[in-house]
Structures are given as structure tokens and as C-alpha cells.
């Protein structure tokens, strides 16, 4: 009976790394979205004819939780959730397997939670140069798809190393 229980905390520790690959990324990013949010919500109290402006900097943050869900999907159909697999996996899945998984999920999930807030507090200084300047959106864009970049390298990383599952 141990033996059992202990081939299924691989697929435990699996489902873990899945889930927080979603949950932190949509955790950033809706910590980003929100702070942008403030700062759009006291930008157009002053000039409500830069909404437009505004809501595409509040988007970018929100990339993260794309990312997140992206690969959670991605987590989910490797453990064999979505064709029935999963009881198959359990007793072929050992807890060093479960790690090995796990880790594959922790860029993006790291990641997301930490570049979703960093975006958003860059896009919310985006609005205050937008705020002066409603020319200079373009600016505020290219700083903010800086760290998207980041992002993108840990969606990268993490969609390569599940793919070796």
C-alpha cells in the first residue's frame, strides 16, 4: 500500500506545478491589470478622451495569465487528463517524475506572477507620461513589451521542457 500511495504523489506533485502555472501568472496579472487600473481610473478623471490609450496599456499586463493557461492546458493533456489517461499515469509516475514536472512548470509560473506586477506598475507609468503627453503612447508600449519579452522566454522555457514529458 505505501508503494502505491507513493507513485501517486508524482502525479500530485505534477497537478501542483500545473496549477500554480495558471494561478500565479493570473495572479500577476491581475495584480498588473489592477494597478494600471488605478492609475487609468485618476488619468481619465482629468482627460476621459484617452480611454483608448489607457486600456491598451491596462491589456499588456494581463498577458501573463494567457501564458499561465496556455501551458496549464498544455500540463493537463501531458498527464493524460483530457483522453482518459490519468489513472494509467498515476501508477506509471513516480515522484521523481512529479519533480521533473513540477520544476518544467515553475518558469512560467514564476515568472508570470513576477512580470504580470512588474508590467503593470511600468504601465501605469506609461499613463502618466500619456497623461502629458497623449502623443507619446508608442513610448509607453515599447517599455512595457520589454518585460513582456521576459515573459515570453518563460512561456518558452517551460513549453520545451514539458515537451520532453
Do not use: H
Not at 519533480?99 to 512548470?105: D, G, H, K, N, P
Amino acid at each position: 500500500m505505501q508503494s502505491s500511495w507513493f507513485e501517486a504523489c508524482g502525479v500530485a506533485v505534477a497537478f501542483l506545478g500545473a496549477t500554480l502555472a495558471v494561478a500565479l501568472p493570473c495572479t500577476g496579472s491581475a495584480i498588473g491589470v489592477g494597478t494600471v487600473g488605478r492609475a487609468s481610473a485618476g488619468a481619465l478623471s482629468v482627460d476621459p478622451r484617452k480611454f483608448s490609450r489607457a486600456l491598451i496599456l491596462q491589456i499588456l499586463p494581463g498577458t501573463q495569465g494567457l501564458y499561465g493557461l496556455v501551458i496549464w492546458f498544455l500540463a493537463l493533456m501531458k498527464l493524460g487528463f483530457f483522453n482518459g489517461t490519468i489513472m494509467q499515469n498515476m501508477s506509471a509516475w513516480g515522484i521523481v517524475d512529479g519533480v521533473r514536472f513540477f520544476s518544467a512548470c515553475m518558469p512560467v509560473a514564476i515568472g508570470g506572477l513576477l512580470f504580470g506586477i512588474a508590467q503593470g506598475r511600468l504601465c501605469a507609468s506609461g499613463l502618466s507620461l500619456i497623461a502629458k503627453r497623449s502623443d507619446e503612447l508608442s513610448k509607453g508600449i515599447i517599455m512595457a513589451i520589454m518585460v513582456e519579452f521576459y515573459s515570453i522566454l518563460c512561456l518558452l522555457a517551460t513549453f520545451l521542457m514539458l515537451n520532453s514529458f
